[in-house]
């Protein structure tokens, strides 16, 4: 297999105290060119945060610690803050969560894609309409010379997140992470979103980091997927392996929440995962699973628990792996 187009050891992000909290710890990620690595795992578990730690957007009183960090060979770490700006936007960009506040209520749709263009295209500056008037159209945008000239308020929550993606392919990146794109949007609208999202990458190559607490999203659209439970990336594993034989308690407990029709009796009570996340100032020694895990033992609560392979590309964070 090639070299890793993006290579992740160790990310933490640390939220200054006192205590000081660690909301994510020692994430390891890998993409590959032309790859989507789908990040899972329910609301709150740092999901979000490890996207904006990777792109450098934490917000204040936030910073990002790793042993790793390296985009196609080049070392994010030790990169100047110029290093990183022209980066950003060109060789990586992000697709946010909420089309609905992510846009400038000011800026029409085009001036918002001609200054991502000009940032990064300086020398080139008229060929930005050209650009954000094709990559309208790639995304299925309607009348799409008409909505460069319209402001955020006019479109719709789906064509807004349309925009969105069309902004991030602007400069044509090698690594796109898209941080729930499909939250804010019907059903019918996510499933045209992440037909575009899939199309778009396989066409431009890129790599993708798709965020998402949605299995069936996941199905959809992984190559490989990492489960996050609490700050830690828990199981990685290829899509299908990993709905086929999943080793981690918790992802077993999340796969087994899931409501099949025809499979559940009527008034069936669901299947569901008992007691609560651990906070992050909770001091935990061992797996941070362990507390609600049904097959807990001596060694889980011990020590901390360390990513296993399980072999074909399985990693687990789990003592009976």
């Not at 710890?25 to 329910?42: M, N």
């Not at 100047?80 to 992000?94: E, I, P, V």
Request: aromatic share 2%; net charge neutral; proline share 8%.
């Amino acid at each position: 297999m090639s070299d890793p187009l993006l290579e992740v050891c160790g990310l933490s992000v640390e939220l200054s105290g006192p205590p000081p909290v660690r909301p994510v710890q020692s994430v390891d990620l890998v993409v590959h060119a032309g790859e989507t690595l789908c990040v899972v795992g329910e609301s709150g578990c740092g999901k979000s945060l490890t996207a904006l730690a990777l792109m450098g957007l934490l917000p204040a009183g936030m910073r990002r610690d790793a042993t790793t960090l390296r985009l196609a060979g080049e070392d994010l770490l030790g990169a100047s803050a110029n290093r990183l700006n022209d980066l950003l936007g060109d060789r990586m960009a992000m697709i946010f969560q909420d089309p609905m506040t992510a846009l400038n209520p000011v800026l029409t749709i085009g001036e918002q894609l001609e200054e991502v263009w000009r940032r990064h295209r300086p020398a080139a500056p008229k060929a930005g309409r050209e650009r954000a008037l094709l990559l309208l159209e790639r995304v299925g945008v309607p009348a799409a010379a008409a909505r460069l000239l319209q402001f955020p308020h006019q479109l719709s929550g789906g064509l807004r997140q349309r925009v969105m993606i069309a902004m991030a392919l602007m400069c044509d990146p090698v690594l796109l992470i898209a941080d729930e794109p499909t939250t804010a949007l019907d059903v019918t609208i996510q499933a045209q979103t992440l037909h575009v999202l899939a199309t778009l990458r396989r066409e431009f190559g890129a790599g993708m980091i798709l965020v998402t607490h949605d299995l069936g999203v996941v199905a959809r659209i992984a190559d490989r997927v990492a489960v996050m439970y609490a700050g830690q990336i828990v199981e990685t594993a290829p899509a299908a392996a990993l709905f086929a034989t999943p080793r981690h308690p918790y992802t077993r407990g999340l796969l087994g929440a899931i409501a099949v029709p025809g499979r559940q009796r009527p008034r069936e009570r669901l299947s569901t995962i008992p007691g609560s996340v651990p906070a992050p100032t909770d001091a935990v020694r061992g797996c941070l699973f362990a507390a609600r895990c049904p097959e807990v033992q001596p060694a889980c609560t011990a020590a901390p628990v360390m990513p296993r392979d399980a072999g074909a590309g399985h990693f687990v964070r789990c003592v009976r792996a």
